[in-house]
């Protein structure tokens, strides 16, 4: 009971050689309590957030999925608000603290793992799933990808895998990004939103001592860094980055940086924060 947050089936209990009549009897005396049908937790352990997570689980006889596999295996440090996971039938009725969205979906056998005892997605795939589901599902993909939790390979193999998937279509989208010149492509769409907004004055690719800056408004000694995913990124380019910052604080020059995912997400915010910059200079 103690490994497995104090849940457990009445066929796994039967399966340790108790008897249905000494699980009845548990049930009488209070020492466990049904949180659905054959699924019971033990009055002696708190019914803590990986309780629910198990619970939910077994009672659906299914497998974590998308965000919750993601919190299970310690890829995102919240429980999401509903509990995600797939079943092979109509999910029952529970009444708990938090909400559950089962999908009816099957999942081939190399595409799951167990852990803590608990059947769930494997890595390469929760990511996937958590990155299409989450509002800043990019920003999520890129610090996998840099905290070495999945490799792009791995994903790459996860998509071919499960092709007709509901949502593969958007991660897919998402890897190619991933996989390519990140940082091109946020350059192309900045210089696009400023092209949108009207903004003008700028000129890209400005030389500055040994560097170029990507955008820059000479006039106004404004300068524009674009960066791509944080995993393409090595020590080297830091440092790089590093100095051509302290050059410019050397010139009497400003910096701003944006990231893909910055300009990606919420591209109104950084041109905003450009058009501020512009109208109060120093």
Sequence with gaps: MA???GVITATQAI??????????????????SALARGVYRS???????AAMVRAAVLAHRGVADRTTAAWWHGMVDQLPTHLTLSCRSQAPSLEWPVGVRAVRRVYRPESLTRVRGLSLTHKPLTALMTAVELAEGTAFLDRMLQTRQVRLADLERALTDHAGLVGIREARGLVRIAGSDSESEAERLFARLLRQWRLDGWVQQFPTGRWRLDFAWPDHRLAVEISGWSFHRDPRRHGNDLAKANHLQSLGWRELQFNWHMINDRPSDCIQQVIDALNHPG
């Design 3 to 5: 490994a497995h947050d």
């Design 43 to 49: 009055a002696a352990n708190d019914f803590t957030e």
């Design 15 to 32: 399966e340790l050689g108790l008897t249905r009549r000494q699980i009845q009897g548990r049930i009488e005396r209070g020492e466990w």
